[in-house]
């Protein structure tokens, strides 16, 4: 049985080049394929949202020292969220929902491997990307577990209004500490306090950063809960406290930078007896569920909120929407909502 | 009563400018002072070993930003070993050996704050400067404190052939780790592992770095103990370990430059899990003489030695004592032994 629309066909984004700046549409280039057909054991996936992710930029960059890397002529890494359209495969049925990562088109065959179920019962399908995903399950554990903030603590997120620090903010709070966002605007900073429910929020577009933490934050800063990288992080490490801590969670700041810098003021880690640490989620997948049991409870009782900026799009538009997500247009997870989403 | 030498002078070295680059003699001006006369409650402590510490050159960078500071004009910070000349303080008498942060020069009167006892019968002064002093405690609680390296795990420790590097390489062979040592030159490298026992040595000034490293630690970096920052903890950062640990001690290569750098592969902390910890020895003030009762007892089982550069001069030799040791001239601990040395 087939669920795709008679005629239907399979927008691609490619990779085209290794981009200079900011990434953008004319680094990409879109072709059209004829819907995959799903073989024994396989299913077709109907992609409804694309998820939008800073990373993306560091993984084009020429370099070898990467895991991963998306090369000019290949087709663009992704995750998105859609439903299953055809089923050979034990284990799924059509209308199914599911999170892949497949990359950048509107159609995909998968043996069902990597594939994650979304009950969109417990959160719509586009917060599977983001709040209720791994945007969210990467805040949840770094605060939750990397970090501990204490009651009377402080923490400061920067790249407060993105995709983790959304979440990172909205936990942070929970955890009874008082919370800083650093944001690009006034707008993002007043939306932080007032819609978030953060202690306060600084523009780092506006005046001397540092002289704004230290009027912010007048104990000195606990937790340095770190998206960005660059300046912003070295004029919060200028402030760190006594054992405080940076959770490295990304540099978003740099991933277009030709030299990517170091943080310059990391010689107050040595002063002040402080620690920078890394992360990754996925060294937690055993506890996801616990985690979004808990997610889906505050999000019920009004104490969490899934903060999502869709771009209405097809595919083709991923390239200007990656552009728009790092000029800072979005207020939470940036997703493209595509034509074929039914939720 | 007086224990001076008639007729005899007390130098001292006087910060004249903010040095460019190395600091050296020319940034320094030698003045000579009478010798001052202890009043009551003081001593007079006369010098006979100079400590050259490579932090000083951070600490006459025009910054704001740093605790301590030595502006031109100042008499330059340090730490002396000398002996009470003449005592009007109950506690010291005439021949006590003391370390003392009294500057550059041949004498100086205290009224007894901060002075450290010395026994010269469990090290000599000298070392009470170096591998019995700061340098050796810092290693000492750097590598079974803040690192605790097990068998079977590597320890990559850079700046290896300097006063801590020496001692800290030497802590982790008693730990039962593998020690690999990053210095400059064969002849340290070759010292090194002949001398001290390291398993292995790098010459950073020699070739691929990375490579040299990938080389002599085929599983990877579970411990770097950062003396030096800059390309060489860039390239170590490059090869750490899942959950590995950078320890922050110094970062000499930084102190001169006019911008200082971060560690530009501090993205690999977040691939890897990896951490990055400060680290300051006086927090473990408390247990001084427990760690120093071990060194004693390993000095004396010939399974730890105090490496040490004696640099044979007076206080206006200070300067280029420094010079050298920035040039990285020294094996061991640097010391400058004043005429007045009496062992």
Redesign the interface.
């Known amino acids: 049985m087939s669920g795709t629309a008679e005629g239907a066909r399979n927008n691609q984004v490619y990779l085209k080049q290794v981009p200079q700046g900011l990434l953008g549409p004319d680094d990409m280039e879109v072709r059209q394929a004829p819907v995959p057909e799903p073989g024994d054991g396989e299913v077709l996936i109907e992609s409804h949202y694309l998820s939008m992710d800073a990373a993306l930029r560091l993984i084009v960059r020429d370099s070898k020292?990467f895991?991963f890397r998306v090369e000019p002529g290949d087709l663009i890494r992704n995750s998105i969220a859609g439903k299953i359209v055809q089923s050979n495969h034990p284990d799924w049925a059509v209308g199914d929902y599911v999170v892949a990562g497949v990359g950048v088109q509107n159609y995909a065959v998968s043996d069902g491997t990597g594939l994650e179920r979304c009950d969109i019962s417990k959160a719509p399908l586009s917060a599977w990307l983001g709040g209720y995903g791994v945007s969210g399950l990467t805040a949840y554990f770094a605060i939750f577990d990397a970090c501990k903030p204490q009651p009377g603590q402080t923490v400061v997120i920067n790249g407060a209004a993105g995709a983790v620090g959304t979440m990172a903010g909205q936990f942070a709070k929970l955890a009874g500490a008082r919370v800083i966002g650093i944001a690009g605007g006034p707008e993002k900073c007043a939306w932080l306090v007032d819609e978030l429910g953060f202690d306060a929020a600084v523009d780092y577009k506006d005046g001397d950063l540092y002289e704004k933490l230290v009027e912010a934050a007048p104990d000195r800063i606990d937790f340095i809960f770190d998206n960005v990288g660059g300046h912003v992080l070295?004029e919060s490490l200028?402030w760190i406290a006594l054992h405080g801590t940076v959770l490295?969670?990304?540099?978003t700041s740099?991933y277009s930078q030709d030299?990517?810098?170091?943080?310059?003021?990391?010689?107050?880690?040595?002063?002040?007896?402080?620690?920078?640490?890394?992360?990754?989620v996925f060294?937690y997948a055993d506890r996801f569920e616990t985690a979004r049991k808990h997610m889906s409870e505050w999000a019920t009782a009004g104490k969490l909120k899934f903060a999502e900026h869709v771009f209405e799009g097809d595919v083709q538009d991923f390239g200007q929407a990656f552009h728009d997500l790092y000029s800072g247009k979005n207020k939470g997870k940036m997703v493209v909502k595509l034509p074929a989403a039914d939720s």
């Open positions: 020292d895991l070295d200028r490295l969670c990304g540099s740099q030299e990517m810098a170091g943080p310059k003021q990391y010689i107050w880690l040595g002063t002040m007896r402080a620690r920078m640490q890394g992360f990754v060294d």
